[in-house]
Every structure is written in structure tokens, then in C-alpha cells.
């Protein structure tokens, strides 16, 4: 069975989605860092399969905004500019608002104790990473957050926007965190505080949450970006 760039097996069946998921995480990770040219016979070998599932898995991140068509050279890690990574706070910050304005007109919807009971455990995970410093860890755990997160919204378009943009954030942000000795109490770590405002549909509690994310993480970055 064919293994990956750091022995991560892929299976033969889904060869695509599979070869996709494991090119993401290397490249949310930073262990395909950002800029990295690479051909498709590149990745076929590494994995040891046909070039056709992993052209299509590399147009798939490609269109997720990961990677750069380069013409008949192959693909490149993106890499995001400073200016990219503020425009994709406030895309977020933007849509977000969006969703508690709808709340607040309608209320918030009855909400599975279940759906909130496995957002809690993620929120949980994450928190617990961030203040350890385990950066894989974390970036698994809050990406798994949000996105179920944002579906307790019940909008799968909006989700899937937020998603991708929160993933790109964490690329453009990794080799940053990567840079540094210690990333323990870096990052954001309040994922339950925001669990819990949601739990007491809090809608100003957790308004206020999220905009203490968005300026943690344009401050962070800001600071990070001048080498301090």
C-alpha cells in the first residue's frame, strides 16, 4: 500500500480524495512550505500511483485556493501576502457578522445537544493544544471547530466559504508560528469560552468572542510578520 511525503498510507480506493486530504495536510502543516514547486510525476512518485488521480487531487487544491497552476512547470504552494491574509479576516469578520444579524432577527435556531456536545470535545482539543504549544494539533482540532461550528448555522454555502477561508489563514499563518521556539499560549485558545456563550444562546457573548478572534489574529500576525 502506497505511503506519503511523511508515510501517511493512502488507499486505493477514492485515490483522489484520499491524495488530496494528505497534500492539505502537508500543506496546513507547513511541511510543503509555502512556495514549493512540485510536478504531478513528482507526487505520483512519492505516493506511488498513476498521475491521474493526482492531477485531478492537485486541481481540487488548486481551486480550495492552496495551490498555483504554474504553466508547464506544474503547481506551487501558494503563498499569501500580509495584505491577503487581512482581507481574509475580514471576509470571515464580515460574513460572521452576517450570521449573528440573521440571529438576532430570528433567533437562534434549537440546536442539537449532540452537535453541541462534539463541538464542546473540539473546542476542548484545541484550547488544550494551544496553550501546549502542539501546533498540528491544534490546527486539526480548530479547523474541525469551526466548521461544525459554522454548521450549526444550517447554511452548507457559508460553511464551506468559512472553511476555506479559515484554512488559508492557517497556511498563510504556519510559517510564522513554525519560526518561533515556543507556540505554547500563542495562538487563540477561548474555543470553549465561545461553546459555552452559544450553549446559553448568548448571541452578544459570543459576538464578543469572535471579535476577540479576529483581532487576536490580526494582532498575532502583525507582530509575528515584524519578528517580535
Not at 448555522?153 to 457559508?158: I, K, L, R, Y
Request: hydrophobic fraction near 45%; charge should be positive.
Amino acid at each position: 500500500m502506497p505511503e506519503g511525503p511523511t508515510g501517511g498510507t493512502v488507499r486505493r480506493s477514492s485515490l483522489r480524495q484520499q491524495i488530496a486530504d494528505a497534500l492539505r495536510d502537508e500543506v496546513l502543516t507547513g511541511r510543503m512550505t509555502a512556495g514549493r514547486h512540485f510536478t504531478v510525476k513528482e507526487i505520483a512518485e512519492l505516493y506511488g500511483v498513476s498521475a491521474t488521480p493526482v492531477r485531478e487531487a492537485l486541481v481540487d487544491l488548486a481551486a480550495q485556493g492552496l495551490l498555483d497552476v504554474e504553466h508547464h512547470r506544474g503547481f506551487q504552494v501558494r503563498r499569501f501576502t500580509d495584505a491577503e491574509f487581512r482581507s481574509m479576516v475580514e471576509a470571515r469578520t464580515l460574513v460572521v457578522e452576517g450570521i449573528f444579524r440573521r440571529i438576532a432577527a430570528r433567533g437562534m435556531r434549537e440546536v442539537d445537544p449532540k452537535e453541541l456536545a462534539s463541538v464542546r470535545r473540539r473546542a476542548e482539543a484545541a484550547s488544550r493544544a494551544s496553550r501546549a504549544g502542539e501546533l498540528d494539533v491544534l490546527i486539526g482540532y480548530d479547523i474541525r471547530f469551526w466548521r461544525e461550528l459554522t454548521a450549526l448555522a444550517g447554511n452548507a454555502h457559508v460553511g464551506d466559504f468559512l472553511d476555506r477561508i479559515r484554512t488559508q489563514t492557517w497556511v498563510y499563518a504556519v510559517p510564522y508560528l513554525r519560526g518561533r521556539p515556543d507556540v505554547a499560549g500563542l495562538c487563540w485558545s477561548d474555543h470553549v469560552a465561545l461553546v459555552t456563550a452559544i450553549e446559553k444562546r448568548d448571541t452578544e457573548a459570543a459576538q464578543r468572542v469572535v471579535e476577540e478572534f479576529n483581532d487576536h489574529s490580526l494582532a498575532l500576525m502583525r507582530r509575528l510578520a515584524a519578528g517580535r
